[in-house]
């Protein structure tokens, strides 16, 4: 096509230079509160081990063909969503692409401001844990203050220089620099606070909790709707923040083979968390509820219980705060690489724009209410949107051929038939689906 080199040319991000560190960058993507808060609580809440039997099944296929198929769109066209849905588009001999690109453009623009918030929480008990301030009154004041009208400025700014400050280093120097280091310890530290927790009398229920299995929910509807939100958002599938690290995707690696071990490694995440958070909320009997009150709330009153609690806590906020700001360097980077290309700034100034529209509006929304709001918008309306358009083009618009091809770059074995089916009968309909669940669920990811 006559645009295809255009978007392949040249970035100033540069490219990923080993597969190890692609990994661990989609890891990190990947890897978010939603495993931390979320996950745990919807598994002993939707059948314990049970709940585990739809969410492998939908991880495997999302991982299969949903994570493969971003990314072999970001390397085929060397851009991020709007060109590359712009480059299906007129495969076709349409025009739009550009605009349906922007869709996925802003939901991942929209999650990195009420991210960098959360984040700015993070840090902000982090600091409170290693001083010992979360510790000296009620958790629930420290949050409710924390979360307050401007109530954690100086965090939330100091979370999105930091991301700025990553970025600025290109793919090599920055992103896939700071995943090497921050993916492995998160799960080391999440390691070793599973089995301080698993000492602690009175686990057990927290174990039946997660792993009993309640097979009588595998007959609930219900069961399966939230197993599949779960998975589908816990991969980081949104039709933008994929194709921009695919786009960074030497043409030697297997694509498939990269996208099933990130989603092994973004499930293993899940788990340890699961086993290092809810056996510990059941040991000092408290309510392991999803959302930001079991990270900000329940857990450092859990802490403060244990024997070296503060040293556990500063633990614990230190590897949330790797996954928060892994995922947030995952969104900065597909609205830099937007500014760069479609506003024609250069690295520095694009990052600068992203990181200062990030904070401007992300200050005007910093009480916990307003932002609980904006994220109900934007992950309930947009991203699921912008994510089946992404599965939209690239398995009907774009087509079958032309992704397999890409996919077989790289790659050994052939793909096999039932790819093709699945791609498109299956995984794009479930992502249709998620859409319409989404909105009558009022969110499922």
């Not at 399966?224 to 980081?236: D, K, P, R, Y």
């Not at 995952?330 to 609205?335: A, D, K």
């Not at 309306?381 to 690239?394: D, K, S």
Request: glycine share 14%.
């Amino acid at each position: 096509m006559s645009n295809e080199k255009n978007l392949n040319g040249p970035s100033s991000a540069g490219k990923f230079g080993s597969k190890l560190g692609f990994i661990m960058a989609s890891v990190g993507s990947a890897i978010g509160m939603g495993n931390i808060w979320m996950f745990p609580y919807r598994t002993g809440q939707y059948g314990g081990a049970a709940f585990l039997v739809p969410y492998f099944l939908f991880v495997a296929l999302f991982g299969w063909v949903g994570l493969s198929g971003e990314f072999a769109l970001g390397r085929l066209t060397g851009t991020g969503p709007i060109g590359s849905y712009d480059y299906a588009m007129k495969s076709r001999g349409k025009r739009g692409g550009k605009f349906l690109g922007a869709i996925p453009l802003f939901g991942s623009l929209g999650i990195a401001i009420g991210y960098s918030i959360v984040v700015g929480w993070v840090l902000r008990s982090l600091a409170g844990s290693a001083t010992g301030a979360i510790f000296r009154g009620e958790s629930a004041d420290f949050f409710a203050e924390m979360t307050g009208p401007f109530g954690s400025v100086p965090w939330h700014f100091a979370v999105v220089v930091l991301t700025v400050l990553i970025l600025a280093g290109g793919i090599v120097g920055g992103i896939e620099k700071i995943n090497k280091i921050m993916m492995p310890a998160f799960f080391i530290l999440f390691f070793i606070i599973a089995v301080r927790v698993a000492f602690l009398p009175g686990t057990g229920a927290g174990y039946a909790y997660l792993l009993v299995p309640k097979w009588d929910q595998l007959l609930r509807p219900q069961t399966w709707i939230m197993a599949m939100g779960q998975a589908f958002f816990s991969l980081s599938i949104t039709g933008s923040g994929m194709i921009i690290y695919g786009s960074y995707l030497s043409k030697k690696e297997d694509i498939v083979h990269s996208s099933i071990l990130t989603a092994i490694l973004d499930t293993a995440a899940a788990l340890v968390a699961g086993f290092a958070v809810i056996p510990a909320v059941f040991a000092f009997g408290m309510d392991p509820q999803a959302g930001p009150p079991l990270i900000f709330i329940i857990l450092p009153k859990v802490f403060s219980q244990m024997p070296l609690g503060g040293m556990f806590a500063t633990l614990f906020f230190v590897s949330v705060l790797f996954a928060g700001v892994t995922s947030l360097v995952n969104m900065f980077e597909v609205c830099t690489e937007a500014a760069q290309k479609h506003l024609r700034l250069g690295r520095i100034p694009a990052l600068l724009l992203v990181g200062t529209v990030v904070f401007a509006a992300g200050v005007l929304i910093e009480y916990e209410p307003y932002m609980g709001r904006w994220m109900d918008f934007i992950t309930i309306f947009v991203v699921p949107v912008g994510a089946v358009l992404g599965a939209i083009m690239i398995y009907w618009v774009l087509g079958l051929p032309k992704i397999q091809a890409e996919l077989m770059a790289g790659r050994q074995r052939p793909l096999g038939r039932a790819f093709g089916f699945f791609a498109k009968y299956v995984y794009v309909i479930l992502a249709a689906s998620v859409v319409v669940f989404s909105i009558a669920y009022g969110g499922i990811g």
